[in-house]
């Protein structure tokens, strides 16, 4: 700590580039479920090459799963992560490629049949993808659509072929996805991984594959639907309209007006003549596109219609919307049955054998009896009605309460989720944030390990929270959202190595107890610490550029690979209040090399990741131990004598310390002032604190109290001292004035002076009480 000589202006300011971040996202103990609503399903029937059925999902959370069934139970077999948001719809094509896209703005491949591997990223999208179309005859065609009203036709063929060297294998699920932004991209930005392990990005537009663009919508596209050939697409969205446009060149054929709200929904037959659309104006209309016009409307629903799926002869539907009903319609006799209802808006249907499968804006997903072939049994167990064609007649009659009965009461199959958070407070420890979910459990995470260190049940949040409250100030070095209804936690630089802990708080044995521990640091070492440890055993390799592996463009920082390799900071221990479990770890996202986001578990880190893929001070904090410079780490302030007090005065002037400094120190320092006063010895034999910044030649001692030699005559004329704040000491002052020694004094600044000015500290002998 040191005096604080007076202040100056240091010129101009300095425009400083922005800096990638870093996400992580902490996954609940099962991450084998789904933690937010499902947005999509498909079912990938059995086929000669395999007998086996799955079912695919993509949810909220950022997650594709795919399930396995077993008799009348679901498993999960894999999990597909490299989407960083909202996966809104996937699609199977062909046998095995399962085509997803997200809010991210990104449309991704998959092998289906894998674990996980993400086989090609499609950055075209200028905002939100929102929806898929698949030629089920034709499975090389795939139309994708978002909010910035875009239609692109992809050959999935096309695209995948490889753009390098024959042998080399395309991966996205490595830290590889992403996009550079509108305007800047080539037409298809499509990374693989050579021989060599590191990824290449393949920016040139003559090496990549253009898409057939279908322009015409102005505004945002919900929802496609494609004929079995791939010959035919139709389109809607916020407009209100269907527009009809050949695949094949992008060109519009025709327009289809009706709906008086967003077109939420569409289904081609397989001929590709008759289309049914349903809106959020709650009805469903069907079209016949060589007549191009509207041949019924039906009146089912009482809100938005956002499902809807066919039989294979096209002559029942079936409908889910915002009203969490399940209806089967008849569509030659307009007749209607209430299959089930949900507690959640249905967001996609999927039929497999006589069962449909239902999501909904809940994390789990049901089947329930559908009688898929025999569509006509359903209707004979009773309780059917004539659908209407006009919207208010229906919202009539359940505003009545005339609606009939379910025909069935539970599903067959369940696949449960967990519930999202909905809620949640940072608590004033900066370590720990306090959640509840939609189910109203409340849980205590850790967030420098990952974990739920207490889960309190059903309880009041409020008064949780309350009951939590610590009366201490350290800096916000996170910021925390729950959208993709788990934490998801983000690092970005300097402001994350703004908050220090002593080595003594966090119980962390092996070091002095006075030893400062920057909290995002140690952080970053446990989440790539799995990283770390498998690239130190990988074989360096044959030849390096002179040490310039870390160089990303317009970077004046360069980390060579041997000072990453053999540096002390790389090799430091991950302390256990930093260590991340290994079941259920968290995933990173980040924006990688190219300025392209990509998300993966730390645990599915091979050590062959190109290290220009993370962000640049990230490494640099983690490798060498180098921070970057921060601000408001110190805390000024003056120190004077209580008023009326009869003990000297030991300084003059503005003090500085760190902002963690315990006001045990401060005692310490008026302590041996005042000794040293009266054994007329120099200031300067005190030992200092070595964080101090310049500005005066006396320092508040920062050690252990004691001097670290000749400290015996101290004993015998060491004073008892109290520390206050806000000079509070009078002839009715209590025990409640003085400070406690723990406290630090960002804290005192924070809850005891609550003032703007530089704090003031007080000091006096303590009062006979």
């Not at 540096?567 to 770890?585: G, L, T």
């Amino acid at each position: 700590m040191h005096r604080v000589g007076s202040a100056g202006s240091n010129g101009g300011s300095v425009r400083t580039r922005k800096e990638k971040k870093l996400t992580y996202v902490l996954n609940d103990a099962n991450d084998t479920k789904h933690c937010a609503g499902i947005n999509c399903l498909d079912v990938l029937k059995s086929s000669v090459s395999s007998d086996q059925s799955y079912l695919f999902t993509g949810s909220r959370d950022g997650t594709l799963k795919r399930w396995a069934f077993d008799e009348d139970a679901t498993f999960c077999s894999a999990t597909f992560e490299s989407h960083v948001d909202w996966v809104n719809d996937a699609a199977l094509a062909g046998e095995s490629t399962l085509v997803s896209c997200s809010s991210d703005t990104t449309v991704k491949t998959w092998d289906g049949l894998s674990d996980g591997v993400c086989t090609r990223t499609l950055r075209q999208h200028s905002d939100y993808v929102t929806c898929l179309a698949v030629a089920a005859k034709n499975s090389n065609v795939v139309a994708s659509g978002g909010l910035g009203g875009e239609v692109f036709i992809w050959d999935i063929e096309a695209a995948l072929s490889p753009v390098t060297k024959p042998n080399d294998t395309m991966e996205d699920s490595s830290p590889s996805n992403g996009a550079n932004g509108p305007g800047n991209l080539p037409v298809a930005s499509l990374r693989t991984v050579g021989s060599s392990n590191n990824i290449s990005v393949q920016s040139s537009p003559s090496h990549g594959y253009t898409p057939t663009i279908a322009k015409g919508h102005k505004e945002s596209v919900y929802a496609l639907a494609m004929n079995d050939t791939g010959t035919m697409l139709v389109s809607g969205g916020t407009e209100k309209v269907l527009r009809v446009w050949d695949p094949r060149t992008g060109s519009k054929t025709m327009k289809l007006r009706g709906h008086t709200d967003n077109v939420r929904v569409l289904l081609l037959d397989s001929t590709g003549r008759f289309c049914l659309s349903g809106s959020s104006d709650s009805m469903i209309r069907l079209w016949d596109l060589g007549q191009q016009r509207c041949l019924h409307t039906y009146a089912v629903h009482t809100d938005s219609v956002w499902a809807l799926a066919c039989t294979p002869s096209f002559s029942h539907v079936y409908s889910g919307g915002r009203d969490q009903c399940l209806y089967l319609t008849d569509l030659a006799t307009r007749e209607s049955v209430l299959l089930c209802t949900k507690e959640h808006p249905i967001q996609q249907l999927a039929l497999q054998d006589d069962s449909i499968w239902v999501a909904t804006t809940d994390s789990s997903v049901e089947r329930w009896p559908a009688e898929v072939q025999s569509p006509q049994k359903v209707f004979q167990r009773g309780g059917s009605f004539l659908a209407g064609n006009l919207s208010f007649n229906r919202a009539r009659v359940s505003l009545e309460g005339l609606n009939p009965p379910p025909a069935y009461k539970e599903p067959s199959i369940t696949v449960p989720g967990t519930h999202p958070i909905v809620q949640h407070e940072i608590l004033n420890n900066k370590r720990q944030i306090l959640t509840k979910d939609a189910a109203g459990a409340v849980k205590l995470w850790d967030i420098t390990r990952g974990v739920v260190v207490e889960d309190y049940g059903k309880i009041s949040f409020e008064e949780k929270k309350e009951e939590l409250f610590e009366m201490v100030s350290i800096p916000s070095w996170f910021t925390v959202d729950t959208r993709l209804g788990c934490l998801s936690l983000h690092l970005e630089t300097p402001q994350c190595f703004s908050a220090e802990m002593y080595s003594a708080d966090l119980k962390v044995s092996g070091r002095p107890e006075d030893d400062k521990i920057n909290l995002a640091r140690e952080t970053l070492k446990g989440l790539l610490g799995h990283w770390l440890a498998k690239k130190k055993h990988k074989p360096k390799p044959q030849a390096l550029a002179s040490g310039d592996i870390l160089s990303v463009k317009d970077t004046k920082k360069n980390l060579s690979a041997s000072k990453s390799e053999d540096s002390s900071a790389a090799n430091d221990p991950v302390y256990p209040p930093f260590e991340f479990p290994s079941v259920s770890p968290p995933s990173i996202i980040t924006e990688g090399s190219q300025g392209g986001p990509w998300r993966k578990k730390i645990t599915e880190f091979t050590g062959t990741e190109d290290e220009k893929d993370f962000p640049l001070w990230c490494l640099d904090a983690v490798l060498n131990n180098r921070l970057p410079p921060r601000e408001n780490t110190k805390l000024s302030f003056f120190l004077h004598p209580c008023e009326g007090s009869n003990v000297q005065v030991v300084t003059l002037g503005k003090l500085s310390a760190p902002r963690i400094l315990r006001v045990h120190k401060v005692t310490n320092y008026v302590v041996e002032k005042m000794v040293l006063d009266n054994l007329d010895n120099p200031l300067d034999s005190l030992a200092i604190d070595g964080a101090g910044v310049s500005g005066g030649p006396q320092q508040l001692f920062a050690g252990n109290g004691l001097l670290q030699s000749g400290s015996k005559p101290w004993q015998k004329l060491r004073p008892s001292i109290e520390i206050i704040c806000n000079n509070q000491a009078s002839q009715a002052s209590t025990i409640f004035d003085v400070l406690s020694p723990e406290m630090s004094l960002a804290t005192v600044r924070a809850y005891i002076w609550k003032k703007p000015e530089d704090l003031i500290l007080n000091y006096r002998v303590p009062i006979a009480r």
